[in-house]
């Protein structure tokens, strides 16, 4: 454990505690097993099975007992198996910004060569033998963006992308110039799962 210091390893054993009260916490609510496949750092994962619990939670108690009863009568347990990638974006994107000081009035994208590899993520459930499945998708982003700015409205006005001789002048003038140039390298989350959604599977 070296390089962790006491305080640490407590929290981490108390965040780890937390998420699996949840679990239970959702079991005993809706009186099915609950199984948790992903790993403690399965953001998507784990989110999803707190909105499924916020979710119910924010139920009033004959709604609870009525969507519990109509889960029980056809599931016998409910699994969230961990995340998968949904979707890899790759690629540029080039802006530009017409700017007052440090503010930043208006912004346009003067080229978008970005590519996106496999569908828009959403979260998968199926049931099959009385055995729901769940499990989460992510969008990762590889791309890197470029952000330009200018203090001069006709140059924002005439350049209409990346490829304009007038851009490159500009830039070389210093009328345009970088201000952030940095990739993306981001995980969002599917959409994710609602009661409603379940019950729709029953």
């Keep these: 454990m070296r390089g962790l210091t006491l305080s640490m390893i407590v929290a981490l054993s108390l965040g780890l505690a937390g998420c699996k009260s949840l679990e239970e916490k959702l079991e005993r609510k809706l009186g099915i097993p609950v199984q948790i496949n992903a790993a403690s750092d399965d953001y998507c994962a784990h989110s999803q099975l707190r ?78 033998n009385q055995i729901l499945t769940i499990q989460a998708e992510t969008k990762r982003d590889e791309s890197i963006g470029h952000y330009y700015g200018t203090q001069y409205v006709s140059v924002y006005d005439r350049i209409e992308s990346a490829a304009d001789p007038l851009f490159l002048t500009s830039r070389q003038g210093g009328e345009v110039y970088l201000l952030e140039e940095n990739a993306q390298v981001g995980i969002s989350c599917g959409t994710m799962i609602s009661l409603h959604d379940f019950l729709s599977l029953l």
């Design 51 to 128: 909105s499924l619990y916020r979710e119910f939670k924010a139920l009033k108690k004959d709604a609870q007992n009525q969507t519990a009863q109509a889960l029980r009568d056809k599931v016998k347990l409910i699994i969230i198996e961990p995340t998968q990638v949904g979707q890899v974006v790759r690629g540029d994107l080039i802006a530009l910004a017409y700017r007052s000081g440090s503010t930043t009035i208006a912004r346009k994208t003067i080229q978008d060569s970005r590519t996106y590899e496999g569908d828009e993520p959403a979260t998968r459930s199926s049931n099959e």
